[in-house]
């Protein structure tokens, strides 16, 4: 059973301070990751896509995947109340391609306070 | 900005009837999904749809779900028999599927509720 974990939450950081959000995954063959943003009611919004191991930046976002610990994480810099939802993390365990059969963790609600 | 579009935004039915739910994808893209999430649950993979015909689908894709593209534009999801259980979100995601820098739209969601 392919599994995508995350720690629930929620997390509470203040306005401005870095938020570090963490997910990982069972199936060792992943190849490309990512995360969403959705906000209560709404549709999952892709915010960050990786898939070497390293750092990816976008803006106040930052994506980081290691695929021998398995481990991929989003830090949100100068973080806002506006950033305040659930980050859910999204894994295709398929090569390349299309995204194909996304496997999504439960994901972490971030509360930002101001 | 394009975007997929769904309707209805709000499906309720009584259990055991059929619903249609309808997805218009973005234009250009040729890979095409529905996901669903039960209230407070995971988005869980439902099937994906390449070339007319199902590339993938899960478990939860029984016998009981249907989908086409009817005319080239819409992307549909019948379900039969509705049960209390199917009561979720239901998102269409269209995606251009180049690979590597592949781009990918949900779109916002129908609420299926089964009474």
């Known amino acids: 059973q392919k599994e995508v974990e995350q720690n629930s939450g929620p997390l509470s950081v203040p306005e401005g301070a870095i938020a570090s959000l963490n997910c990982t995954y069972s199936?060792?063959?992943?190849?490309?990751f990512f995360w969403y943003r959705q906000y209560s009611g709404k549709s999952p919004e892709l915010i960050m896509s990786i898939y070497s191991n390293g750092d990816k930046e976008d803006g106040r976002f930052t994506a980081q995947l290691n695929k021998a610990s398995q481990y991929v994480s989003l830090l949100i810099r100068d973080s806002q109340p506006s950033d305040s939802a659930t980050y859910l993390c999204?894994?295709?365990?398929?090569?390349?391609?299309?995204?194909?059969?996304?496997?999504f963790g439960k994901g972490t609600k971030l509360s930002v306070k101001p | 900005e394009p975007e997929v579009t769904q309707t209805p935004s709000h499906q309720v039915t009584q259990m055991g009837q059929e619903v249609i739910l309808r997805c218009v994808p973005i234009s250009n893209h040729l890979y095409f999904y529905w996901y669903r999430q039960i209230l407070g649950q995971k988005v869980e993979f439902l099937v994906s749809f390449y070339n007319n015909e199902i590339s993938e689908k899960s478990e939860i894709f029984d016998d009981q779900f249907s989908v086409e593209r009817p005319d080239g534009s819409n992307f549909t999801l019948k379900i039969r028999s509705t049960k209390l259980e199917d009561s979720a979100m239901y998102f269409c995601v269209s995606s251009d599927g180049r690979g590597g820098t592949d781009t990918q739209y949900f779109g916002p969601g129908t609420r299926l509720t089964v009474l």
């Open positions: 999204a894994v295709n365990p398929g090569y390349g391609g299309s995204q194909g059969n996304l496997i």
């Open positions: 199936d060792r063959g992943s190849q490309s």
